[in-house]
């Protein structure tokens, strides 16, 4: 039986709709940034969405430098490099604004700037984060530019450490943003992929918070609301970009999930880390290929769950009818359905494949998967996403 003991954390300000990013100088002014630092992308830092943010900024005669040497799926030597621009330009606070590589960044450098520890000391395990010294953390001001991560309302960042191949999670409950700026106007220019894959994310969040034992009824309640978001709007917004009802109700889903997986995650995200961190993969599409396979496997301890969840979406015929629709919506959009179709040229040996279980094993994320994630459970989810049997 589950025990009724939880520990809840809840999300912080967003300031929601279309337009608002305008609000960007009053909301600096009310965290107290005088000097911010802009975090971005390379790809985001040419698009007209930063140039006119930045113009924003120019109006309202705040004096701030841009960092935008960011890779997807951020490496340590970007978060050197951010914080050594952060200390130059004597920043007071960071806006963090695109997708989750830059969000995360920007977070991680807020973070990091004034610490005396290497950041792997802050990983995400036990109270390793009470070694930071959490006077030396400045605001942060998020603004997401797609809707998937969620990182604009978590307490993390996501770093690949490049030695291992390993994607870390450094926690700190003050690196959850001070206030959120999420104006779907925003995302409006995501390329069709990169849609697909971000709202795929926000849905892998959501299906494996609900999935994940633990006592949580709030943390449910979101992710239940969150997948029905998704299935009613990722498709109108991956079929027309400009539908800005759809991407806000895609830009609430992907805040849901990540409120939700405070929960817990499981075998999708244990496996797509690994994949992402030696494949440089797309987190969200790499979650997306995981997705039928992982219900599968899941089928004994989720059924009754599931069923739920999909008369609430409005989905017929329980489980089964669930999976079919989850398979629908893959198609809709484009993900492949077994691994080669995402990673082009892939030839993956025995002593690889073993690598990735073992990965996945000890991935923070394998604790929530309701059946527990053994090893060769884990090769056996690899085998089927590699040969597309469900
Ligand atoms: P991303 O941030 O890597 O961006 C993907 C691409 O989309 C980039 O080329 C970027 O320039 C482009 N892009 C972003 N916004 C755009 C826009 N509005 N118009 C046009 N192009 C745009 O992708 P993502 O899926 O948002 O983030 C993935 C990262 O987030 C991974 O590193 C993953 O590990 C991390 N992550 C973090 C959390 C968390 O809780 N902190 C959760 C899930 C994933």
Redesign the pocket.
């Known amino acids: 039986m589950t025990k009724l003991v939880s520990k809840w954390n809840y999300p912080t300000t967003v300031r929601f709709g279309a337009g608002r990013i305008e609000e960007l100088p009053e909301v600096l002014a009310s965290v107290g940034i005088k000097r911010p630092l802009f975090v971005t ?4 830092a040419k ?1 007209p ?1 930063v140039a006119s943010t930045l113009k924003i900024l120019d109006g309202a005669k705040i004096k701030y430098g841009v960092f935008s040497d960011v890779k ?3 490496v340590e030597s970007n978060l050197t490099a951010g914080i050594e621009a952060f200390r130059k330009g004597k920043h007071d606070g960071v806006i963090a604004f ?7 960044l920007g ?1 991680l450098i807020a973070f990091q700037a004034g610490q005396t520890r290497p950041v792997w000391d802050f990983e995400d395990i036990g109270d390793w984060w009470t070694r930071a010294d959490a006077s030396q953390i400045v605001p942060i001001v998020a603004v ?3 809707a ?4 604009e309302v ?1 307490r ?3 770093i ?1 450490h490049e030695a291992s191949h390993t ?1 870390k ?1 450094i926690f700190h409950p003050k690196m959850l943003p001070a206030v959120v700026i999420a104006d779907p106007e ?6 069709p992929f ?1 849609t697909a ?2 709202g795929m ?1 926000a849905l892998a ?1 959501c299906l494996e918070a609900y999935c994940a034992p633990g006592y949580h009824p709030m943390a449910d309640g979101i992710a239940v609301e969150g997948v029905r978001l998704v299935f009613e709007n990722l498709p109108k917004a991956f079929e027309n970009g400009k539908d800005i009802v759809a991407r806000a109700h895609m830009m609430s889903a992907a805040a849901m999930g ?1 409120t939700a ?1 405070q929960k817990g995650l499981g075998a999708i995200h244990s496996l797509s ?1 690994p994949i ?1 961190a030696l494949y440089d993969t ?3 599409m790499t979650n997306a290929v995981f997705m039928p396979y992982v219900l599968a496997f899941n089928r004994d301890a989720i059924e009754g769950k599931i069923e739920r969840l999909a008369a609430y979406c409005g989905i017929r015929g329980g489980f089964d009818g669930f999976a079919k629709a989850v398979m629908k919506l893959r198609k809709q959009l484009k993900v492949p359905h077994a691994l080669p179709g995402l990673i082009k040229g892939l030839d993956m040996d025995k002593k690889r494949k073993t690598l990735i279980a073992d990965m996945a094993i000890v991935d923070p994320t394998a604790g929530g998967n309701p059946v527990k994630l053994t090893k060769k459970g884990a090769l056996a989810l690899l085998e089927h996403a590699l040969a597309g049997e469900v």
Do not use: E, Q, R, Y
């Open positions: 992308d390379p790809g985001l698009l969405v997807p799926n951020p695109g997708g989750g590589s830059a969000l995360d977070k997401p530019t797609t998937g991560t969620g990182s978590g993390a960042g996501v690949t994607k999670v925003l995302t409006v220019g995501m390329p990169i894959g971000t994310d969040h990540a997986f880390h992402g797309h987190h969200g």
